[in-house]
């Protein structure tokens, strides 16, 4: 078995990404989960390069943009290999892993919230914008600044709740199952979380074109 001895910049990888073999057919998500249980060689690389993708950008649209999100993205994969017997349908794997993510980045988020960190890079300073920038990337860019000041006000399950509706555009019966609770209170939840983000960013002319489909 090969594997990648340094993701994104990290010596040694917590999760091995094997790379699968050409012309390897690409089983469903039930026959993965089957396959990865099974201990068939390459699975969990191929459950890797088919996942990995989802939960990184998920990540970042929840603790921001600019965050280093790799160690996040292992343990995720780490909590979901250690969890995954007890996935009771191999077909829901995709929400199973979405709702291992949640906690990842609520976890991280609870972690980080002392250190008022999140803004648009690591240090909670906003690098000097190019002199020839368009204007409008400019406006979406300091919109997009003050949004993430607003979601940094707010619980991380509010947050959560938020960005994966709004932001991630997860379906309410999708998201109903990364929760684990009923589709009437995921509709509560989002409903909740986005009234609160309307009511932080309310008289920001900059933030209301954003946040309008939320209300």
Known sequence: MSSTSGLAGHPQSRVMRVVPARGEPQEDDAALVEAVRARM??????LWDRHSGTVRRILRRILGPSVDVEDAVQDAFLRLFRD???LRDPSALRSFLIGITLHVAKSELRRRRAKRWLLLSDDGVLAEPEANADPQHLEQRAALVRLYRVLDKLGAERRAVFVLRFVEGLELSDLSAVLGCSLATTKRRV???ARRVCLLAAGDPLLAPYVTRAS
């Open 41 to 46: 060689p390459r699975a969990a690389g191929r």
């Open 84 to 86: 995954l017997d007890s």
């Open 191 to 193: 409903a909740d979380a």
